[in-house]
């Protein structure tokens, strides 16, 4: 069936029913926009998908729905065909949550409670145009969705630093760090630690050359600290690099030092540019211990290490952690965005000398 039975009844009442929901959302608004208007959305996709309206009505029927919710709700933005699809694609991505009591639950009987372990008011706190970006990025990978939904939730984020990370994918990295986190530190704490790393870090921001050495790596990412931040996670506050070991007659230094809020604990990170080597425990593993005898204060929990290295071998590092008593996670690095060599620049103007001239 191509087109809609215009006068069908069931449609007609169906159309003034979402209406009518619709303004009384308008008047709640006033007190929460977007949940109200994000809660609308999801019912109205609901609808659309338990009345098998695509099916029932045609291939047109996003149009005229379109068409007659803007006819009876003048000048109303959000009643766009596209948008209506968007809609459908978000409630089947979160198909089983229940509407807040500010959104009229009594309305809505015998729905589930929960998305998983997402609370209704958190998926609805979302802006709608971040969703529309989650949709369009996740699918219908609805773990991936809601990890996405909380972490806009818990840093603030922008629609821009959103698609940022989505194109990193964060989801795919977080906490994926190899790490003896689980039998160091206390469950509570080793839980937070492990969520808090990433394998790979992308440092994608970083212009360096492809021979850059161990120096040239932390001036860049020190250089870049706000951006290096972004990318270690929320949480981090930075305290300093080539930190010196408060040790009388050593000259000993830590590669960066930062310090976890939510943790309250300092972090000890080693960058190596080459492939992790199990000295590396050995050595980042004293400075975790100097760290918390001597810079931890008061309050603090226990410091943690952090090695980024530019590769690892997975079961290597799984056992040499294991040797270490303090804290550490293992991490790599991935650069993209590396600047070219002079010699590569040289070539590739002569190449453009060359196209000239056969012209």
């Not at 080539?242 to 050593?250: A, V």
């Not at 290490?305 to 991490?331: F, H, M, Q, R, W």
């Amino acid at each position: 069936m191509d087109e809609i039975i215009l006068y069908d009844d069931e449609y007609k009442s169906w159309i003034k029913d979402i209406s009518k929901r619709y303004k009384a959302c308008q008047i709640k608004a006033a007190v929460s926009v977007n949940s109200e208007v994000i809660a609308f959305y999801w019912s109205l996709g609901r609808d659309i998908v338990q009345r098998e309206a695509e099916k029932k009505y045609g291939s047109k029927f996003y149009v005229t729905l379109s068409n007659d919710l803007k006819s009876l709700n003048p000048g109303v933005q959000g009643f766009a065909s596209t948008n209506l699809r968007y809609m459908v694609k978000f409630y089947t991505l979160y198909s089983d949550v229940n509407l807040p009591q500010a959104v009229g639950k009594s309305d809505y009987p015998n729905l589930p409670q929960l998305v998983g372990d997402l609370d209704e008011s958190e998926l609805f706190a979302v802006p709608w145009g971040h969703h529309r970006t989650i949709i369009d990025k996740c699918k219908t990978d609805r773990n991936k969705a809601i990890f996405f939904v909380r972490k806009i939730i818990q840093n603030n984020w922008s629609r821009a630093v959103l698609e940022n990370f989505l194109d990193t994918d964060l989801y795919d990295r977080q906490g994926k760090a190899i790490s003896n986190f689980a039998n160091s530190l206390p469950a509570p704490q080793s839980n937070l630690a492990q969520e808090m790393t990433k394998d790979p870090y992308n440092f994608d921001f970083l212009t360096i050359r492809e021979d850059y050495n161990e120096k040239q790596l932390k001036d860049a990412l020190v250089e870049n600290v706000i951006k290096f931040l972004m990318e270690l996670g929320k949480g981090f506050a930075f305290v300093g690099r080539e930190y010196p070991l408060p040790i009388e007659g050593t000259e000993e230094y830590i590669d960066l030092l930062f310090y976890h809020l939510w943790l309250h604990c300092y972090v000890v990170v080693e960058v190596k540019v080459k492939a992790f080597n199990t000295r590396d425990i050995g050595q980042t593993a004293t400075y975790v211990a100097i760290a918390d005898d001597l810079i931890r204060k008061e309050g603090d929990n226990k410091t943690i290490g952090l090695i980024i290295c530019k590769s690892k071998n997975d079961v290597l590092a799984k056992y040499a952690v294991g040797t270490s008593n303090e804290p550490i996670g293992i991490s790599e690095y991935e650069l993209s965005n590396l600047l070219p060599t002079p010699e590569e620049i040289e070539q590739k103007l002569m190449d453009v000398d060359t196209n000239d001239d056969s012209e």
